[in-house]
């Protein structure tokens, strides 16, 4: 009898490539040492910077009324999910209200954004009436009900999504085992959402290359500290 010997597994090889978060930064300086140097060619390729926003964008809604219909549904008790769903609220209000206490101070103490010229367009009636459409408490209340849940997502409407996500949740899991085929679907679903934001994530540096590039051609290296600036304080 032969004794018995461990097996040895062979450590992974080491990747050739950087890290994704070095990657990004490399995109980084390469894109502001373009944008300085080749200024008409750093703005030019602004569209990839805008393709990799609106990959970012696609990816939401699917990735958040998946991954909240299992969350909801997946607890199977509607009572242990009214307790977790109390404390998520107390929680998401308290941890909402120091964040906004924090902004406002930094925002208001560093000013981060003074400077810096943002377009917000030339119709001075349409700007008009933007400053004098005030919401009241009602509309805001019924702003959280979506006609259409595609419609919600089309627009990219987050507050509805998580409204609709949460009653459908709840749905699920009242009806128990027949909503398991449901519940195994949107599980799926989630997890090729998952892998599918790691597949957008590899076009980061090219994202960042191109955005970065874009606003040093067309708004010169003094931009920088304007931008620096606001992202130290985020």
Do not use: C
Not at 91 to 115: C, D, R, S, Y
Not at 145 to 164: E, H, N, R, Y
């Amino acid at each position: 009898m032969k004794p018995q010997t461990d097996a040895v597994v062979p450590a992974p090889a080491p990747s050739r490539w950087p890290s994704l978060t070095t990657q990004i930064f490399i995109g980084l300086l390469i894109g502001i040492a373009v944008g300085h140097f080749f200024p008409a060619f750093g703005a030019g390729i602004k569209p990839l910077a805008d393709a990799f926003l609106k990959m970012i964008k696609m990816i939401i809604a699917p990735l958040l009324f998946s991954t909240l219909v299992v969350g909801i549904a997946g607890t199977g008790d509607l009572k242990s999910m009214g307790r977790i769903g109390g404390k998520a609220i107390l929680w998401f209000e308290l941890a909402t209200t120091v964040a906004l206490v924090i902004g406002l101070g930094m925002v208001n103490f560093f000013k981060p954004g003074a400077g810096l010229a943002v377009p917000i367009g030339t119709n001075t009636a349409e700007l008009a009436k933007l400053a004098t459409n005030q919401q009241s408490a009602w509309d805001i209340f019924l702003h959280l009900f979506p006609t259409s849940v595609f419609d919600a997502m089309a627009k990219g409407d987050i507050l509805q999504m998580v409204v609709f996500s949460t009653f459908f949740g709840i749905g699920l899991a009242a009806v128990g085992e027949k909503g398991k085929p449901v519940l195994d679907f949107f599980d799926s679903v989630a997890q090729v959402m998952f892998k599918f934001t790691g597949y957008v994530m590899v076009f980061a540096p090219v994202g960042v290359f191109a955005a970065i590039a874009a606003t040093v051609g067309s708004k010169g290296l003094g931009i920088l500290w304007t931008l620096g600036k606001l992202v130290v304080v985020m």
